[in-house]
């Protein structure tokens, strides 16, 4: 009897533990739960959220009636060399922007005034896009004036890159204009994820930078640095630039449209250009 006693005590008293463990991980469970579910709902609060999309980001950006594609250069020359070589550019360079047999046009070339120094950059059209971009590279393996161009060219420069950039559905196509005007390129680095909300929130800024005529174009990256965004402004002097800039801060939503894309940027760059000669953007 008192063997039988005993078993039942320690059947009970097991199943007590037991029911004490279960009770415990039960709790514990549910803190943890709880506490999961506050830190997915406090995280929340700063995690950006990105819709789905069903077509890609340049398709959204751009415009689709259009298929411009454009190539901006940066070639960096030799100091004791720029003046030959922006000589030799305007030999060429207009020649291929009026003769009809290649699709592109010269859309603008300048000299970099401040920012980098002894520096050229050129900005090229193709309309057709990719297949245009292709002819016209293919045609000018055959030119022999263009081959020597680029022979006497390579002498000049320290080194040498590019970009192939869409325009932005937003902005008016850059058209030649006269001058005197300088020329601001504005360069943004973008954290990558981000074009999206930068067009967002430009489409609605650009009306604030229109009333100087100072907004020439607006571009962003295919192939070269992606997520890669250039704003092109003319103005007629730096001061002009301080004036136009500075009247912005008038406006009301221009402050909230700095506060939101500032921290979309990983690094931007701002170049003052003078045109050269054979620019059409003068």
């Not at 922006?86 to 859309?107: G, Q, R, T, W």
């Not at 990558?192 to 990256?221: C, D, K, L």
């Not at 965004?229 to 103005?235: D, G, I």
Request: with cysteine; charged share 25%; aromatic share 12%.
């Amino acid at each position: 009897v008192h063997q039988s006693a005993r078993a039942v005590v320690t059947i009970v008293a097991s199943r007590a533990r037991c029911c004490v463990l279960f009770s415990a991980t039960c709790v514990l469970w549910l803190s943890s739960s709880s506490r999961n579910r506050e830190d997915s709902w406090f995280k929340s609060l700063f995690v950006r959220k990105v819709d789905p999309r069903k077509d890609a980001h340049s398709n959204l950006l751009t415009k689709n009636e259009e298929s411009n594609l454009y190539k901006i250069q940066f070639h960096n020359v030799k100091p004791e060399c720029l003046d030959s070589y922006n000589k030799l550019c305007e030999d060429v360079l207009p020649s291929i922007h009026a003769d009809k047999y290649y699709p592109c046009e010269l859309v603008g070339t300048w000299n970099t005034w401040y920012g980098e120094q002894d520096q050229a950059v050129h900005l090229w059209r193709y309309r057709g896009g990719y297949p245009a971009l292709t002819e016209v590279m293919n045609k000018l393996r055959q030119n022999k004036d263009f081959t020597a161009y680029r022979k006497e060219r390579g002498k000049m420069l320290l080194s040498r890159r590019n970009q192939l950039l869409l325009e932005f559905s937003f902005w008016n196509e850059p058209v030649p204009r006269e001058g005197p005007n300088i020329y601001e390129l504005r360069s943004y680095q973008l954290r990558p994820g981000t074009m999206i909300e930068w067009g967002n929130y430009w489409a609605r800024a650009i009306r604030y930078r229109q009333h100087n005529r100072e907004a020439v174009g607006g571009f962003f990256s295919q192939i070269g640095n992606l997520y890669m965004v250039h704003h092109l402004w003319a103005y007629k002097d730096l001061q002009s630039r301080e004036d136009t800039r500075n009247a912005i801060w008038n406006h009301d939503g221009w402050e909230e449209v700095v506060y939101y894309t500032v921290p979309l940027i990983q690094h931007m760059d701002s170049r003052i250009m003078i045109p050269t000669k054979a620019s059409p953007l003068q």
